[in-house]
Nanobody
Framework: QVQLVESGGGLVQAGGSLRLSCAASGRTFSTSTMGWFRQAPGKEREFVASVRRIGGSTYYTDYADSVKGRFTVSRDHAKNTLSLQMNSLKPEDTAVYYC????????????WGQGTQVTVSS
């Protein structure tokens, strides 16, 4: 059974940083696209970032325009984990952040974590 478990959320002031982690179990996702999505209250879930290994130690990463230059997504294949380093956080980054595996399409994935709350105070 595949499980994705996020950790690292919390409360931070604007301008601060947080690092989210996602531990995958039940399967390895070595050639799969993994990513982060978020959902703010009253809004639809939206894409944040994704990463896919395209060969050797070469990765393809993609980011939403709203987080480019501030967030960095990375993977550790040995540990089967996914991370999201979030810097220069803004109040509008407040949301529940979800880890996803086997990401496809615009906002779809085969596997989802339970989510972790990130709150950025002004």
């Amino acid at each position: 059974q595949v499980q994705l478990v996020e950790s690292g959320g919390g409360l931070v002031q604007a301008g601060g940083s947080l690092r989210l982690s996602c531990a995958a179990s039940g399967r390895t996702f070595s050639t799969s696209t993994m990513g982060w999505f978020r959902q703010a209250p009253g809004k639809e879930r939206e894409f944040v970032a994704s990463v896919r290994r395209i060969g050797g130690s070469t990765y393809y990463t993609d980011y939403a325009d709203s987080v480019k230059g501030r967030f960095t997504v990375s993977r550790d294949h040995a540990k089967n984990t996914l991370s999201l380093q979030m810097n220069s956080l803004k109040p509008e980054d407040t949301a529940v952040y979800y880890c996803a595996a086997d990401v496809y399409g615009t906002n779809r994935a085969a596997y989802w974590g339970q989510g972790t709350q990130v709150t950025v105070s002004s």
